[in-house]
């Protein structure tokens, strides 16, 4: 058997005869990871809300999280299990003052009992934050923005088998290539509709001076191309006027660039925030080029492996 499912309900341990059509579903952030699969109403099988779930594929550790939903049809039980990601939707309230990124990953972690992997040092300190009422993973990728703004550095947080783990984006690229002859289908669209900012202008309401200080950074090129597609954005104390105007012009002043790819051969280390190599034409052009994945959703199937990303290109916005 490629597949292994396990369940466990208090010290009963099931293996269930699955279905097949097991799917794994999974993005770059603000999202659980998501595991879905159709078992037999046997009255046998005692499962129940918030029981584990283990999932290996070819004995490679894809999965582990909680039942949370069941859905029974026609003597046939429906179950999606989330990972740890999921007591992320949890709301707070937290102040904090010259913390990284990390650091508010392992306060969570610690306050909401969630079990911890690797955790790479983010390093910079954001100087001052409060974040009232708001899910925990609004407060993660508030900081993660902030981190991202003033460092040009991207992370990742995920649930590797049941640990929280943080890496740097250029730690998630995977060897692999995807081109016309590893899908089935794929479909482009590039945009300049959304996220997509020619002139950045932030500001900061200084108290000592009663002044607002106002910071402009602009490309004369984009804007002569598409007209001004201005972002207007407040300034957090401690933080550089001209340094983050900079670094938004640099992230925003970029086609959106988007690749959905259908039926992909599978690989088990691809997941949402993962990097992959594309080598196909693309718009009358011939790319070869890492591209990250947004979302990716395996499905394993008769005997078959087969996967569907969403990628964006190498140009990353917010």
Same mark, same amino acid.
């Given at each position: 058997?490629?597949?292994?499912?396990?369940?466990?309900?208090?010290?009963?341990?099931?293996?269930?005869?699955?279905?097949?059509?097991?799917?794994?579903?999974?993005?770059?952030?603000?999202?659980?990871?998501?595991?879905?699969?159709? =078992? @037999?109403? !046997?009255?046998?099988? /005692?499962? *129940?809300?918030? +029981?584990?779930?283990?999932? &290996?594929?070819?004995?490679?550790?894809?999965?582990?999280?909680?039942?949370?939903?069941?859905?029974i049809s026609d003597g046939v039980m429906?179950?999606?299990?989330?990972?740890?990601?999921?007591?992320?939707?949890?709301?707070?309230?937290?102040?904090?003052?010259?913390?990284?990124?990390?650091?508010?990953?392992?306060?969570?972690?610690?306050?909401?009992?969630?079990?911890?992997?690797t955790l790479v040092d983010t390093k910079?300190?954001?100087?001052?934050?409060?974040?009232?009422?708001?899910?925990?993973?609004?407060?993660?990728?508030?900081?993660?923005?902030?981190?991202?703004?003033?460092?040009?550095?991207?992370? =990742? @947080?995920? !649930?590797?088998?049941? /640990?929280? *783990?943080?890496? +740097?984006?250029?730690?998630? &690229?995977?060897?692999?290539?995807?081109?016309?002859?590893?899908?089935?289908?794929?479909?482009?669209?590039?945009?300049?509709?959304?996220?997509?900012?020619?002139?950045?202008?932030?500001?900061?309401?200084?108290?000592?001076?009663?002044?607002?200080?106002?910071?402009?950074?602009?490309?004369?090129?984009?804007?002569?191309?598409?007209?001004?597609?201005?972002?207007?954005?407040?300034?957090?104390?401690?933080?550089?006027?001209?340094?983050?105007?900079?670094?938004?012009?640099?992230?925003?002043?970029?086609?959106?660039?988007?690749?959905?790819?259908?039926?992909?051969?599978?690989?088990?280390?691809?997941?949402?925030?993962?990097?992959?190599?594309?080598?196909?034409?693309?718009?009358?052009?011939?790319?070869?080029?890492?591209?990250?994945?947004?979302?990716?959703?395996?499905?394993?199937?008769?005997?078959?492996?087969?996967?569907?990303?969403?990628?964006?290109?190498?140009?990353?916005?917010?």
């Amino acid at each position: 058997m490629d597949t292994e499912l396990i369940i466990q309900n208090g010290k009963t341990v099931y293996s269930p005869a699955v279905e097949e059509g097991i799917e794994w579903s999974t993005e770059r952030h603000g999202t659980p990871g998501k595991l879905t699969f159709k =078992v @037999l109403d !046997d009255a046998k099988l /005692k499962i *129940t809300e918030g +029981n584990p779930v283990r999932f &290996k594929y070819k004995n490679k550790k894809i999965f582990y999280g909680f039942i949370f939903t069941r859905k029974i049809s026609d003597g046939v039980m429906t179950v999606t299990a989330y990972d740890q990601l999921r007591y992320l939707k949890n709301k707070d309230s937290y102040v904090y003052a010259n913390r990284t990124m990390t650091w508010l990953v392992k306060k969570i972690a610690s306050d909401f009992s969630l079990k911890k992997g690797t955790l790479v040092d983010t390093k910079y300190k954001i100087p001052s934050r409060v974040e009232d009422d708001k899910s925990l993973f609004d407060m993660i990728e508030s900081a993660h923005d902030l981190t991202l703004i003033n460092t040009g550095e991207m992370y =990742v @947080l995920y !649930d590797d088998f049941g /640990k929280l *783990t943080l890496k +740097n984006l250029e730690k998630m &690229k995977v060897q692999i290539v995807i081109d016309q002859e590893t899908c089935q289908t794929c479909e482009f669209s590039s945009s300049i509709d959304k996220d997509v900012y020619n002139q950045v202008k932030v500001y900061y309401d200084n108290k000592d001076t009663g002044k607002r200080e106002i910071y402009i950074a602009k490309s004369g090129k984009n804007i002569n191309a598409w007209g001004v597609l201005q972002s207007y954005e407040k300034l957090e104390d401690g933080e550089n006027g001209k340094k983050k105007a900079n670094m938004l012009l640099k992230m925003y002043n970029v086609k959106t660039q988007n690749l959905s790819i259908k039926d992909a051969v599978g690989d088990y280390r691809v997941r949402g925030g993962s990097m992959v190599v594309v080598s196909m034409k693309i718009d009358h052009s011939k790319i070869l080029k890492w591209m990250i994945v947004e979302k990716c959703k395996h499905t394993f199937k008769d005997g078959e492996h087969w996967m569907d990303l969403t990628l964006r290109g190498g140009d990353f916005t917010v």
